[in-house]
Every structure is written in structure tokens, then in C-alpha cells.
């Protein structure tokens, strides 16, 4: 009998531990996806801000996620949620994109009451939850309004679909958390109806934002910057002065005079920002008397500001680096382009990126370094 117990507890030790690594890969991977998620959203805000520290609790919370600034921001991410979301199917991703993204919003709008809050709702702490009450309840419905608004265009910019989803994973949040109103903060009902106006308003400038990215590709330069400056009224951001730079620079390559380099070498002169560059190249244009010099270099002024105002939300942004230096070159300053490439960009990155080689080759060139404009084009081969 006992040599039977003995063997049936072996057998037991080792059905445990071959079912380990199964349990562990699940659990690993439930935390990439959470990370993937919190990575992909933090890209899309592209801020100069340094991102906050993603922790994944693994005991039970009494809220989903929260984000926190004591000694260093912190957004908390509750495991269980993922477990939530799940139950969406297709769109679990997009579920949990809704939550994360509005905490990342809270961090990046620096509402800081939100530490004081979800202290005071997970430790019951007395002080705290006085401290919060001096809030007016109505600063709260405006902070997790600006959340709730940004959260849902950042988590679509980030390529996900948050909208359908947002109003059903409310509900199975508090109710899954089995969350009650308080006094220092918006009812549920209040948070369904901000949840809603944030809906609305985040999903029409998406869609603003897409019309903008289609008046680009048909060429309609003038509309899609119409269109990003409405985006940009609520939700400024690194991708959007970069659409305008964009957009201006090549309304202004549009009505820019062809040089004979330009005619004869077309692939050699193409700018990394043109979508159809060959296309212009190969048109005979030629100034009348009607065209207006300033009126290019109005736009190249423009969208300079554009790719700076871009930069100086994220100064890792290279392609609005890339498009600065274009932009200095179409002024006559090749030497403010050469820099930028040189300087500002990692030298890694200034080596082995073709876009930023593209246009070092063209500035130097204009600024009489042929000779090292030649070295690059042989190594691009073009």
C-alpha cells in the first residue's frame, strides 16, 4: 500500500511539472501582449516624454489599471484584466488597448490626481481619499473626459479598433470589478455618458484623420492639410506635424522650377518625402510670370515649424528629422541639412537608413561636396 502511494505521488510530481511549462508560456504570454499593447500605444502618442514603467500585477486588484507618479510614473496594469477582455474574442486586443490607452492618456496630460485616487480606492486610505475630495468632482469628469477622448484616438492611431468595443467593456468592468459609485468621483452613469461624447468625438476626428491620409495619396495636398489642422485643434501629434510638413513640402515641390541635374539624373535627386517624384521630375516646368518665388518658400517655412513642432514632441523621430533636412536643402541651406543628418541622427542610424543617405547625397551635392555625394550614390546604387 505504501509503495503504491509513493509511486501514484511520483507520478503526481511529475504531471505537475511537465504541465509547468505550459502554465508559464500561457502566463508569459497573456504579459507580451500586454507589453505589446502598452508598447505600440506609447509609439503612437509619440511623446518626448520619457514613457512610464509598465507593471503587471498578478494578484487581483481592485481596479483593472491605474496610473500612479511617486517616486517615478507607473502605469499598473492589473493581469486579470486581460482575462476580461478576452471574453471580447476577436477584439480582446482592442479591449485592452481602450484601457491601457487611457492611462497612458492620464500620464501624458500630467493628471496627477489619478495617483491620489486609485491609492485611496486600493488601500481605503483615509487621508488620501480627503485629500482627494478637494478635487472638484467636476476638474475629475474633465480630466477622464480629455482621457477618455485621447485614449480612444491614440489606441486607433496605434492601429487598433477601439470604438465598438469601448461602451459593452465599460459595463464588464465594474461589473467584473464590482466597482461602486463614490462621492469623490464621476458615477457610473457619468462615465458611460463621457465614455459616449468621447466616443463620438475621437471617432469623428479618426476619421478626419483618415480623409486626410486619402487626400494625400490622390494628391490633394491642400485638403489633407485642411483635414490634419482640425486633428491636430484636440489631438496634436508627432505623426500629424509630420502629415503637414509633408504636405506643404510637396505642394511646394509642386511649383518648384526642375534644375538640369534634376532632368538628366531623376532618381538621383529624388527626395525621401515625394510619394511621385519621378513623376514631377519628368514634367518641362518652367516659371511664368504669374507664379509667385514666395509662395514656395512660404510653404518650406511652414512646414519647417511642421517637422520642428514634430521633433520637439519626440526628438527620436527620424523620418521628421529626414524631412527637415529636405526641407533646409529646398532653401538653399545644404549645410543645415548635412548637419541635421550628421548631427542629430545616431550615427548608426545616419549610416545604414537610405532616406537619410538619400538626401546627405543630394545636400551634399548642392553644397559642392561631389565627390561624397558620388560615394554615396554608388553605395545606394543609384
Not at 69 to 84: A, C, G, R
Amino acid at each position: 500500500m505504501e509503495i503504491k502511494t509513493i509511486t501514484f505521488f511520483k507520478k503526481g510530481l511529475i504531471l505537475f511539472f511537465s504541465m509547468m511549462p505550459i502554465f508559464l508560456f500561457a502566463q508569459n504570454k497573456e504579459e507580451l501582449q500586454i507589453r505589446k499593447v502598452f508598447d505600440q500605444l506609447v509609439l503612437a502618442y509619440g511623446s518626448a516624454k520619457t514613457a512610464p514603467e509598465l507593471v503587471i500585477l498578478q494578484q487581483r486588484q481592485d481596479l483593472p489599471a491605474f496610473f500612479k507618479f511617486e517616486n517615478k510614473p507607473v502605469v499598473s496594469v492589473d493581469k486579470y484584466l486581460f482575462t476580461i477582455c478576452r471574453t471580447f474574442g476577436k477584439d480582446s486586443l482592442n479591449a485592452l488597448s481602450v484601457v491601457v490607452s487611457h492611462e497612458l492618456a492620464h500620464y501624458y496630460n500630467e493628471h496627477h490626481f489619478c495617483t491620489d485616487f486609485a491609492f485611496a480606492m486600493r488601500n481605503k486610505n483615509e487621508v488620501f481619499s480627503k485629500k482627494v475630495k478637494l478635487i472638484d468632482r467636476n476638474q475629475k469628469i474633465i480630466y477622464e473626459t480629455q482621457a477618455d477622448d485621447k485614449g480612444l484616438f491614440y489606441a486607433a492611431i496605434a492601429g487598433y479598433e477601439p470604438f465598438e468595443v469601448q461602451p459593452k467593456l465599460i459595463d464588464a468592468i465594474y461589473t467584473q470589478y464590482r466597482i461602486k459609485d463614490v462621492i469623490e468621483y464621476p458615477t457610473k452613469a457619468q462615465r458611460k455618458e463621457i465614455a459616449k461624447n468621447a466616443l463620438l468625438k475621437a471617432k469623428s476626428l479618426y476619421q478626419t484623420f483618415k480623409v486626410g491620409l486619402t487626400h494625400m495619396q490622390e494628391k490633394n495636398y491642400d485638403k489633407a492639410i485642411e483635414a490634419f489642422n482640425t486633428v491636430n485643434n484636440d489631438f496634436p501629434s508627432r505623426e500629424n506635424y509630420n502629415n503637414l510638413g509633408m504636405a506643404r513640402t510637396l505642394i511646394a515641390l509642386s511649383i518648384k522650377t526642375i534644375s538640369s541635374e534634376e532632368k538628366h539624373q531623376p532618381d538621383r535627386f529624388l527626395y525621401p518625402l515625394e510619394l511621385e517624384n519621378k513623376s514631377r521630375l519628368s514634367k518641362e516646368t518652367t516659371r511664368t510670370l504669374d507664379d509667385q518665388p514666395t509662395d514656395m518658400e512660404k510653404l518650406l517655412k511652414d512646414a519647417q515649424k511642421d517637422f520642428q513642432e514634430a521633433i520637439r514632441l519626440d526628438p527620436n523621430f527620424t523620418k521628421a528629422h529626414i524631412n527637415l533636412a529636405c526641407v533646409h536643402d529646398l532653401l538653399d541651406d545644404p549645410m543645415g541639412a548635412i548637419s541635421i543628418i550628421t548631427k542629430q541622427l545616431l550615427p548608426k542610424e545616419a549610416r545604414t537608413n537610405a532616406e537619410a543617405q538619400r538626401i546627405l547625397a543630394i545636400a551634399y551635392f548642392h553644397n559642392g561636396q561631389e565627390q561624397k555625394a558620388e560615394e554615396i550614390w554608388k553605395e545606394l546604387k543609384i
